[in-house]
């Protein structure tokens, strides 16, 4: 299983492009930017390198750790999938091709998409000495053209983007998403109802068009889950020092929620449950919440049952596990 903290290579080039900025210029840079995505504005205030640094100190660590959660419950499921090309649709400063070459390194052939000049610039400066991804293809352009445009690949991933976009758009670009995926389809978004809501649209769009859930969903039926609830996840992260600076924050670690789904050209056997959230621990019993392929059920282990009891303990959101 991937570590969910940045690879020491990728550590090291960022903190090497830190040498000579200022890092309360990056903080305050940092504040703005964020500001302007909880607002729905995406990366078009990001111009200039320090915007694009100050954005990958504050959000790449998150970013990476989402991602590799989502690839790490993928390879759980199948993990014969030995992908060869990866295509990282909106791909910003690389965060998600960096999470993939680490995930499978099966991967040769990266192909990245992006219309953000000064995140495209910063992310081929961070592979300049990265043995696996310094020859990498990354093509400015929008999402939607740039597809049109591009290879298809073995692993398709879109992270982080398509809340940037409008609903149309997001129809539209699902389809052509699901055209360049030779195997399998990953979207990752916010863990928030917004980001949950748009991974549902996705994912019923495309199970529509032939697609089979292979995470975080343990079948291809609607999602019986019902508002007020949503389906996310969390993943925690270590901060270094320069993350705690920029993000002014005194934690020394970070839990990113996030909403995925992972799919596949070919079905699957029989999938197991997913814990939805930390199940709850008591002398009694554990009550787990678990999405099952016959829909959604709170489970209740009696600590009698201590066989079963000592299993259950041990689950932990977002597992996918079998029931008692």
């Known amino acids: 299983m991937t570590s969910p903290d940045l690879p020491a290579e990728l550590k090291s080039a960022l903190d090497a492009k830190l040498r000579g900025f200022s890092r309360n210029d990056a903080a305050e840079r940092s504040a703005s930017i964020s500001k302007n995505y909880r607002d729905g504005g995406g990366s078009g205030t990001i111009r200039s390198e320090t915007d694009a640094l100050a954005y990958a100190l504050a959000r790449m660590p998150a970013t990476y750790a989402a991602v590799t959660a989502s690839l790490n419950a993928l390879s759980d499921i199948r993990p014969d999938f030995a992908p060869k090309s990866l295509l990282d649709i909106g791909a910003g400063p690389g965060t ?47 999402a939607r ?13 879109a992270s982080y983007m398509i809340g940037e976009i409008s609903a149309a758009e997001q129809s539209a670009l ?20 917004a980001g949950y809501a748009r991974i549902i649209a996705l994912r019923e769009r495309l199970i529509a068009d032939g697609a089979h859930v292979a995470a975080p969903c343990p079948h291809d039926d609607k999602c019986p889950l019902q508002t007020p609830d949503w389906c996310h996840f969390t993943q925690r992260l270590q901060r270094s020092r320069a993350h705690k600076q920029v993000k ?24 197991p449950a997913r814990v939805l959230a930390q199940p709850d621990v008591s002398k009694v019993e554990i009550t787990a919440k678990l999405c099952t392929p016959a829909g959604h059920v709170l489970s209740r282990t009696p600590r009698r049952a201590k066989a079963d009891y000592a299993i259950a303990r041990r689950w932990r959101w977002g597992d996918a596990v079998v029931e008692p």
């Open 96 to 142: 998600a091709s960096w999470a993939a070459a680490e995930a499978f390194s099966t991967l040769q052939d990266f192909t990245l998409l992006d219309a953000n000049d000064a995140l495209r610039k910063l992310a081929l400066d961070l592979v300049s000495e990265s043995f696996r991804l310094r020859d990498l293809n990354y093509e400015r352009g929008e």
């Open 145 to 157: 053209n740039s597809l049109i445009k591009a290879k298809a690949a073995d692993l398709v991933i």
């Open 174 to 193: 699902a389809t052509l998403m699901w055209e360049k995926t030779r195997d399998t389809l990953l979207v990752v978004q916010p863990g928030t109802p």
């Open 248 to 271: 002014g924050a005194e934690l020394p670690y970070e839990d990113e929620k996030f909403a995925y789904v992972a799919l596949t050209r070919s079905s699957l056997a029989a999938r």
